[in-house]
């Protein structure tokens, strides 16, 4: 049998499904957070050496793009908590199967968005 295939794969065009979406959210927010931690750790230096650094770190972070920013890191790690805890459980072998699989992603979908809002907006 000959099989007519693709030449090439418009990847645009596949749909991806929900546990494949929170997969690549998870690594993306892994990533996220990597390259954030030498920025985190400098704040956590400037916030411990003086008064003077502390003072001008907060009135730097109490501006609207840091503020975003900040935000934006504490999604990446109450998603990549949540999505770690749901991966812990499927190694469990708790929700690997399908419907599983799909309810456990919504799930962390659902939980890292909903502290996110609820954090960000004490935190804001």
Known sequence: MKKERPRHLALYQIKLPLPGLVSILHRISGLLLFIALPLLLLS???SLS?????TQLLDLLAQPLPKLMMLGLLWAFLHHFCAGIRYLLIDLRIGSDLAGARYGSKVVLAVSILLTVVLGAKLW
Do not use: D, F, G
């Open 44 to 46: 956590l230096q400037y």
């Open 50 to 54: 003086s008064i003077e650094t502390h």
